[in-house]
């Protein structure tokens, strides 16, 4: 049988990348997903191909209460429950010292990366917990574990949602929610290629090697790589696990 059979997830970030990924793989495992996006085309076509008896999607700004209310009700009105939330939407940001750091940049960073999780589990554990429990799977980082040059802004938000993880796995334990977080780094994505370019404009081979390199399994994990482990945490098979960080980067958090 598969491991999600008639269980509803949401999806944010769900155009693209590691949420594009665990989209197919929820739905090839017999879940609905709803996904939520900036990008209209790219959930049109990602809807397409996965047909709409088995996906459905909502354009929506994560960092927007009025938009986030709205994509939980469309999850609502369609399918009249959530089992589980990728909570996963998230951007990079550019690359500066602290010193350089454009505010307005790092508000964004913020709003999107930490203000979007935090609104999102302000809707969704309402409505997991009127259904009797579920799933959370929030998108942090190696860079929510650990520090890196040029990116605060985006290494704090990822540190954040690991607090907010922490403190809403222990607040929803009695509701029957888990909530937990996922920790990629480096994944072959849009954004990993954007943070090459930022390290090293022009030349942003240069900065994949250098980064590949000091991955102990010296290569990119694929987004199909991090499907399988949100699957495991959006599944039953992980009815013991909440309140954790879960790094999956080539052996990057051993050093
Ligand atoms: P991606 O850029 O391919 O996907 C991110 C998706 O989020 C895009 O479809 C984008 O349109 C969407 N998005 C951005 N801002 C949004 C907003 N305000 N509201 C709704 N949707 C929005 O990159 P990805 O690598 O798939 O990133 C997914 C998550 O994984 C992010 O949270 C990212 O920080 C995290 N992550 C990625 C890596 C990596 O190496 N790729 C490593 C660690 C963590």
């Given at each position: ?167 809403a796995a222990l607040e929803c334990a009695p509701l029957n929610i888990r909530v937990n977080t ?74």
């Amino acid at each position: 049988m598969a491991r999600l059979t008639g269980k509803i997830a949401i999806i944010t970030g769900g155009a693209a990348g590691i949420g594009l990924a665990t989209a197919r793989l929820f739905k090839a495992e017999g879940a609905k997903v709803l996904l939520v996006d900036v990008q209209q085309d790219a959930l049109a076509a990602a809807v397409a191909e996965l047909g709409e008896s088995h996906a459905s999607a909502v354009v929506a700004d994560v960092s927007d209460p009025p938009q986030v209310n709205a994509y939980v009700k469309a999850a609502l009105d369609r399918h009249g429950r959530i089992d589980v939330f990728f909570n996963n939407a998230g951007i990079e940001g550019s690359v500066h010292s602290i010193v350089d750091y454009p505010l307005a940049m790092f508000d964004r960073v913020m709003a999107v990366n930490v203000r979007g999780v935090w609104l999102g589990m302000q809707a969704v554990i309402p409505a997991m917990t009127k259904t009797g429990g579920g799933s959370i799977i929030i998108t942090s980082s190696l860079g929510g574990l650990k520090g890196m040059p040029k990116m605060a802004p985006y290494i704090a938000a990822k540190h954040a949602v690991v607090g907010i993880m922490r403190s809403a796995a222990l607040e929803c334990a009695p509701l029957n929610i888990r909530v937990n977080t996922i920790n990629p780094s480096p994944i072959a994505t849009r954004m990993i290629a954007a943070i090459e370019a930022g390290y090293a404009p022009g030349a942003p081979d240069k900065a994949k090697a250098r980064i590949a390199a000091g991955v102990p399994l010296r290569r990119y994990g694929t987004p199909e790589e991090v499907a399988q482990l949100v699957l495991f945490l959006a599944s039953d098979e992980s009815s013991y696990c909440t309140g954790t960080t879960f790094p999956i980067d080539g052996g990057m958090s051993a050093a």
